[in-house]
């Protein structure tokens, strides 16, 4: 009647320990201490024999499921703690970046351009667009270039052996007359854009770079409108310590034309005074003419200016080649 008696305590006890084993040594140990050769519940199997035998078959069938019960349960708590066993110790933080190479970047030249369109997006203006196979009509005779000009000389322009006269444009100024001959004023447009002229690849020049020209017209535009905003460009792009001043100079489509210089730490760095950095002027007349804009009611300005020569001394890069090289190690700087 004792043995009885002692078998739902044994198991309960044996159930509790498995139970909360807290890994798979502290389960194999529970397991050893009960259903081993010297545990406690085979020692209760083993007194069996000394039942009479009207309690033996009672006792045998509880003994057998409680021992059913027991290898669930210990089956069940080790595959727990294997799987516990196989987690990473420490929590994962699944918010780390992942091992993945790291991600390209846009090119310098790219992101100049983008520092430039913004500035001047705050202030009105958007971005237009034109071909670089262009015709000698929108490069040169509607900006009123003489057919005489240099510029037009087969030793400076990449012509195409076709016969309606076409060229890779040399200048981004072309697109001032597509836009014109396309909407009416007034005209607030930037126009980043690759240009191509015949010159040998050294430190300073390559026969194809890049240009961003501007464009403005409305009714009493002034050269202070034009000073004031290359001022405010030129101090978003080069730093809040730039002046810049205007030069007289030629150019055939404003009247009057400057050269823009400026001046600001980097220039001092490369030990000068002033750098020269753009073309610029009051859109000429006969350019209003070409285009049909009364020249008497529309008045505006215009500029040009290169994008390598502003990505070169912001990030002080001596050789314009450097751009066209796509070396990672230089583009990896940017
Ligand atoms: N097209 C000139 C060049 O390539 C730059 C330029 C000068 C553009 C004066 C203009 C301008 O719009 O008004 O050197």
Request: aromatic content about 10%; proline content about 6%; overall charge neutral.
């Amino acid at each position: 009647m004792s043995l009885l008696n002692e078998i739902e305590p044994l198991k309960q006890a044996a159930l509790a320990e498995l139970k909360s084993a807290a890994d798979l040594a502290a389960l194999d140990q529970a397991k050893g201490a009960y259903v081993g050769p010297n545990g406690k519940f085979t020692a209760l199997m083993k007194q069996l024999g000394t039942l009479s035998k009207e309690e033996r078959p009672a006792a045998g069938k509880l003994i057998n499921q409680a021992k059913v019960e027991l290898e669930t349960a210990l089956a069940e708590r080790r595959s727990e703690l294997e799987l516990k066993a196989a987690l990473p110790k420490e929590p994962t933080d699944f918010t780390l970046p992942g091992r993945r190479r790291p991600l390209g970047k846009l090119h310098p030249l790219t992101q100049v351009t983008e520092d430039i369109i913004r500035s001047f997006r705050k202030i009105g203006f958007v971005v237009a667009d034109g071909p670089e196979i262009e015709d000698e009509y929108h490069c040169f005779d509607a900006l009123n270039t003489p057919a005489d000009h240099p510029a037009r000389d087969l030793q400076d322009t990449f012509y195409l052996n076709t016969t309606d006269k076409q060229l890779l444009r040399t200048h981004t100024s072309s697109v001032q007359i597509r836009v014109m001959k396309k909407q009416q004023p007034p005209v607030r447009i930037i126009v980043p854009g690759r240009v191509y002229r015949r010159d040998n690849a050294d430190a300073t020049h390559n026969p194809t770079f890049h240009q961003i020209e501007g464009l403005y017209v409305d009714k009493n535009v002034t050269v202070g409108d034009l000073k004031g905003t290359v001022e405010f460009v030129f101090r978003e792009l080069l730093g809040k310590d730039t002046k810049i001043r205007f030069r007289p100079h030629y150019f055939s489509y404003t009247e009057p034309s400057f050269e823009i210089d400026f001046q600001n730490a980097l220039v001092k760095k490369l030990g000068k005074d002033w750098l020269e950095i753009a073309g610029c002027g009051m859109v000429h007349p006969q350019v209003f003419e070409n285009v049909n804009y009364d020249p008497e009611v529309w008045t505006g300005w215009a500029f040009g200016f290169g994008i390598e020569r502003i990505a070169m001394i912001r990030y002080g890069i001596n050789d314009i080649r450097l751009f066209y090289e796509n070396d990672v190690r230089f583009l990896r700087q940017f």
